[in-house]
Each structure stands twice: as structure tokens, then as C-alpha cells.
């Protein structure tokens, strides 16, 4: 099956595609969320250093391991480790994957609701948002229909292969993304709450930064390059022998940093220039934001539209380059492990976690009451995932390059066999055995038990 395998045609192709991975709700939705509720400025420059600290090193580990398999993540594992309980990891990779894809397409509908909804100037009149959103997300079919939809466009893409199917897709919206974020910030320039929104997130205080501040910046680091998901590793996988390892990280964590800045640019002068806390919550996006565009843009409506529109569109775009790169790892698993056709294997992740997307839905409304642990349905994938397996998949991740793959097979990946001088080397494999593993491991235990 190895012969079979697609690989990414072109070096931009993969950095548009692993960028795609990481892109998504988790720069636009969760990082402007996480630095209004910690403080602003300081959040954001610990947030820097987390990324590239313990994010970059992680990242890096997973291309070697995947580049060097050419494999789906739970055989990487298998053949760098044969007999060993190391496997666990791969299987964690893919196992999350599917189970937040399950959930996340969810969300990615609402998403989709959202743009429609803009689109149409249905969120440009004086309503309540908050029981706008409630009555959609509690609805027992319409968010339903929009997740089948939103999973329809993500089963296309990856049936397409990853040279004519990702790779195409991504060098198409990838680009799209970044034009909408740019008209966006260009338009945040004449909000009355300009000046006060930069000032919130460039001017740091220091005085606030506790340790809960630093492990969120840390964790949000995290979340947001979408490390221990087996998407960066399955990716990898179809990479060259000529890229550049570290480099196409570099620039993956470049593109991912700037779209949450710029996320950030985006929302927090539109908060500021109504009068609403910037730290709002989760809430912010579905049910702060829509009020607040109108109210910004009210002695010209049709640029509150326009910015209304592209904005939610931006987050469906987003939404939708992660959940391509969340199917892939669990495709490529049951194609090449099971010996099914890609088709057939897109097929079985698909319905598998359509099925499991109406539960988590229908946990909003008729199920609400349905609780395992005192959880919903939707609450429990989201703990699972994010408190759980992610941060104990990361931690397992860079043990394995830093301490049980051999040292020279992890050197000449980064090296491509010699042939590029990377000379902070040994630096790298410090972040790797000690650095990454002690902070995320650190996230793991304060989120579980604090």
C-alpha cells in the first residue's frame, strides 16, 4: 500500500496544507477568548514564547516521525517501535482524531448557519442573539442538516487524494482565509475602538500574569497548532524527501501566529468600540459579535454586512481546513491498514461520525439531560479530547523523539540526510527531552485535577 500512497506535489502545497491543519476555530474563536480572559498584551507574549518553546519542538516531532514512516500514524508508531507498548501513541493520534472531528463538525455547522444567516441580513436587525443562538443549537434537526452539510464538503475534499483533493483545497481557501482576514483588519482601522483594542493587546501589564495565565498561554499553544492529533503526523507522511522539516514548520507556525493576531486585531476593537467586556467567553463569537458588528457599523449598515459576513465566513474556512486535516488521519489508517479503497474508508469516517455529530447536537437540545459523568454528550468528547488524550498524547510524542527513536534517525530527518545545516540541533533536542514534555505535562495535570 506504501506504493500507492499520495504526497504533496509541491513545497507550498504542504506548508498551505499543514498551515490548513492548524488554522482554524481555535485561532479565531478560542485565542481572542483567551486573551481577553487573561489580560491582554502579556498573554499574547507568553503565548509567543509557549509556541515556540513547546509547540514548534512538538510540531517538528511529528513531521520526523511521520516523513520518516511514510505511513498513517498508528504504523509509524508500529515500525519505529515494532513489539513495544509505544504503539499506544499512534493509536491515541487517530483515536482523538476521530472522536473530536465527531464533535467539531458540529460547531463547523454552526459556522456555516452563521455565514448563510450573515449573508442573508438575518443577523443585521435587533434581536436577542443569545436566544437566537440558543434556539438553532437546541433545535433536534436544523443544526443537523448543517453538520451533514458541513461534513459533505470535508468527505469531498479528502475523496479528491491529498495531491488533487487537500493540496488543491487548501492552496484555493488557504489564500481566501488570509484576503477576508485582511479586508477584515482593514475595516477594524475605522472602529472608534481602534486605538483601545491595540492598546489592550500590544501594550503588556505584567502586574496580572499569574501561573494560570501562563499555562493557558500554553495550553492555547497547544490547541492551536493542533499537535497530538495525528493530523501534522499523517500529513508528514506525504512530504519528500527534499522539504525542509523545520522550516515548513517555522512557516506553519508563522501563517497559524498571524491568523490569530489578526483574529485578535479583528475582534477586540469592534468589543471595544461598543462598550463589551473582552472578556465575553465563548459566547463571544455566536452571540456577542453579531450585536456588536451592527452596533459598530450602525451609521453605515452595509459595511456592518459585509464585515458581518466575511467574518463568519472566515470561521466556516477555518472550521473546514481543520476538519479536512482531522478525517485524513483516520482515513489514511483504514486505507492502508485495512485494505479498503480511500473512498471506502472516507466513507466509513464519515457516517461513523455523522452518527456520532447528531448525538453530540441533540445533547444542545432533546438530550440535554443525557449526561455521563454529569456531562453531555458534546461536553464529554470536548473533556476527553482536550483535557485527556491531547496533552497525554503530546507528552508521549516528545518522549519518543527525545528519548526512544535514535538519535541519528531523528538528526537526519531534520538534515534531510546532511544535506541542510540546521545549527541549533542540539538545542532543539533539549526543547524536545525536556522542555515540551515537563510544561505539557504540567498543562495535563493542572486541567485534570485544578
Same mark, same amino acid.
Given at each position: 500500500?506504501?506504493?500507492?500512497?499520495?504526497?504533496?506535489?509541491?513545497?507550498?502545497?504542504?506548508?498551505?496544507?499543514?498551515?490548513?491543519?492548524?488554522?482554524? @476555530?481555535?485561532?479565531?474563536?478560542?485565542?481572542?477568548?483567551?486573551?481577553?480572559?487573561?489580560?491582554?498584551?502579556? =498573554?499574547?507574549?507568553?503565548?509567543?514564547?509557549?509556541?515556540?518553546?513547546?509547540?514548534?519542538?512538538?510540531?517538528?516531532?511529528?513531521?520526523?516521525? %511521520?516523513?520518516? /514512516?511514510?505511513?498513517?500514524?498508528?504504523?509509524?508508531? $508500529?515500525?519505529?517501535? *515494532?513489539?513495544?507498548?509505544?504503539?499506544?501513541?499512534?493509536?491515541?493520534?487517530?483515536?482523538?482524531?476521530?472522536?473530536?472531528? #465527531?464533535?467539531?463538525?458540529?460547531?463547523?455547522?454552526?459556522?456555516?448557519?452563521?455565514?448563510?444567516?450573515?449573508?442573508?441580513? $438575518?443577523? #443585521?436587525?435587533?434581536?436577542?442573539?443569545?436566544?437566537?443562538?440558543?434556539?438553532?443549537?437546541?433545535?433536534?434537526?436544523?443544526?443537523?442538516?448543517?453538520?451533514?452539510?458541513?461534513? %459533505?464538503?470535508?468527505?469531498?475534499?479528502?475523496?479528491?487524494?491529498?495531491?488533487?483533493?487537500?493540496? $488543491? =483545497?487548501?492552496?484555493?481557501?488557504?489564500?481566501?482565509?488570509?484576503?477576508?482576514?485582511?479586508?477584515?483588519?482593514?475595516? !477594524?482601522? #475605522?472602529?472608534?475602538?481602534? /486605538?483601545?483594542?491595540?492598546?489592550?493587546?500590544?501594550? *503588556?501589564?505584567? !502586574?496580572?500574569?499569574?501561573?494560570?495565565?501562563? @499555562?493557558?498561554?500554553?495550553?492555547?499553544?497547544?490547541?492551536?497548532?493542533?499537535?497530538?492529533?495525528?493530523? @501534522?503526523?499523517?500529513?508528514?507522511?506525504?512530504?519528500?524527501?527534499? /522539504?525542509?522539516?523545520?522550516?515548513?514548520?517555522?512557516?506553519?507556525?508563522?501563517?497559524?501566529?498571524?491568523?490569530?493576531?489578526?483574529?485578535?486585531?479583528?475582534?477586540?476593537?469592534?468589543?471595544? !468600540?461598543? %462598550?463589551?467586556?473582552?472578556?465575553?467567553? *465563548?459566547?463571544?463569537?455566536?452571540?456577542?459579535?453579531?450585536?456588536?458588528?451592527?452596533?459598530? =457599523?450602525?451609521?453605515?449598515?452595509?459595511?456592518?454586512?459585509?464585515? !458581518?459576513?466575511?467574518?463568519?465566513?472566515?470561521?466556516?474556512?477555518?472550521?473546514?481546513?481543520?476538519?479536512?486535516?482531522?478525517?485524513?488521519?483516520?482515513?489514511?489508517?483504514?486505507?492502508?491498514?485495512?485494505?479498503? #479503497?480511500?473512498?471506502?474508508?472516507?466513507?466509513?469516517?464519515?457516517?461513523?461520525?455523522?452518527?456520532?455529530?447528531?448525538?453530540?447536537?441533540?445533547?444542545?437540545?432533546?438530550?440535554?439531560?443525557?449526561?455521563?459523568?454529569?456531562?453531555?454528550?458534546?461536553?464529554?468528547?470536548?473533556?476527553?479530547?482536550?483535557?485527556?488524550?491531547?496533552?497525554?498524547?503530546?507528552?508521549?510524542?516528545?518522549?519518543?523523539?527525545?528519548?526512544?527513536?535514535?538519535?541519528?534517525?531523528?538528526?537526519?530527518?531534520?538534515?534531510?540526510?546532511?544535506?541542510?545545516?540546521?545549527?541549533?540541533?542540539?538545542?532543539?533536542?533539549?526543547?524536545? $527531552?525536556?522542555?515540551?514534555?515537563?510544561?505539557?505535562?504540567?498543562?495535563?495535570?493542572?486541567? @485534570?485535577?485544578?
Amino acid at each position: 500500500m506504501e506504493q500507492e500512497r499520495g504526497n504533496f506535489g509541491s513545497k507550498i502545497g504542504a506548508v498551505l496544507a499543514a498551515a490548513g491543519s492548524a488554522v482554524g @476555530l481555535g485561532n479565531i474563536w478560542r485565542f481572542p477568548t483567551e486573551v481577553g480572559n487573561n489580560g491582554g498584551a502579556a =498573554f499574547f507574549i507568553i503565548y509567543l514564547v509557549c509556541v515556540l518553546f513547546v509547540g514548534l519542538p512538538v510540531m517538528v516531532s511529528e513531521f520526523v516521525i %511521520g516523513r520518516h /514512516t511514510h505511513a498513517n500514524t498508528i504504523t509509524a508508531f $508500529r515500525r519505529l517501535a *515494532p513489539g513495544t507498548w509505544w504503539r499506544v501513541t499512534g493509536v491515541e493520534g487517530v483515536f482523538v482524531a476521530f472522536l473530536i472531528l #465527531s464533535y467539531y463538525i458540529i460547531v463547523g455547522g454552526w459556522t456555516l448557519h452563521y455565514s448563510i444567516a450573515s449573508l442573508a441580513n $438575518r443577523l #443585521s436587525v435587533n434581536q436577542d442573539f443569545g436566544e437566537y443562538f440558543s434556539r438553532f443549537s437546541s433545535s433536534a434537526w436544523e443544526p443537523v442538516v448543517y453538520a451533514v452539510v458541513f461534513m %459533505g464538503i470535508v468527505h469531498l475534499t479528502i475523496v479528491g487524494g491529498v495531491k488533487d483533493g487537500i493540496e $488543491r =483545497f487548501s492552496k484555493v481557501m488557504m489564500p481566501i482565509l488570509l484576503l477576508i482576514i485582511g479586508i477584515l483588519v482593514i475595516c !477594524s482601522f #475605522s472602529m472608534s475602538g481602534f /486605538t483601545q483594542g491595540m492598546v489592550f493587546l500590544l501594550k *503588556p501589564d505584567f !502586574s496580572s500574569v499569574t501561573p494560570g495565565v501562563a @499555562l493557558s498561554a500554553i495550553g492555547q499553544a497547544f490547541y492551536s497548532l493542533s499537535l497530538a492529533m495525528g493530523c @501534522l503526523c499523517t500529513y508528514a507522511s506525504y512530504f519528500d524527501g527534499k /522539504t525542509n522539516l523545520m522550516k515548513t514548520a517555522l512557516s506553519v507556525v508563522t501563517i497559524d501566529t498571524i491568523v490569530a493576531v489578526l483574529a485578535a486585531f479583528i475582534v477586540f476593537p469592534a468589543v471595544f !468600540s461598543v %462598550g463589551v467586556e473582552p472578556d465575553a467567553g *465563548p459566547g463571544l463569537v455566536f452571540i456577542t459579535l453579531p450585536n456588536v458588528f451592527n452596533i459598530a =457599523f450602525h451609521s453605515v449598515p452595509v459595511v456592518g454586512y459585509v464585515f !458581518s459576513g466575511l467574518f463568519y465566513v472566515l470561521l466556516f474556512l477555518a472550521a473546514l481546513t481543520s476538519a479536512i486535516s482531522l478525517h485524513e488521519p483516520v482515513t489514511a489508517y483504514l486505507h492502508e491498514e485495512w485494505h479498503i #479503497s480511500r473512498r471506502t474508508a472516507a466513507w466509513l469516517v464519515t457516517v461513523s461520525c455523522s452518527l456520532l455529530g447528531v448525538a453530540c447536537s441533540l445533547s444542545f437540545g432533546p438530550w440535554r439531560n443525557v449526561t455521563i459523568g454529569g456531562m453531555t454528550i458534546f461536553d464529554l468528547f470536548d473533556f476527553l479530547s482536550a483535557k485527556i488524550i491531547i496533552p497525554l498524547g503530546g507528552v508521549l510524542i516528545a518522549l519518543f523523539v527525545g528519548w526512544r527513536l535514535d538519535r541519528q534517525l531523528v538528526e537526519n530527518e531534520i538534515t534531510n540526510q546532511g544535506k541542510l545545516r540546521i545549527p541549533f540541533i542540539r538545542f532543539f533536542m533539549f526543547l524536545v $527531552r525536556w522542555v515540551a514534555p515537563l510544561a505539557i505535562a504540567v498543562i495535563f495535570v493542572n486541567e @485534570l485535577f485544578f
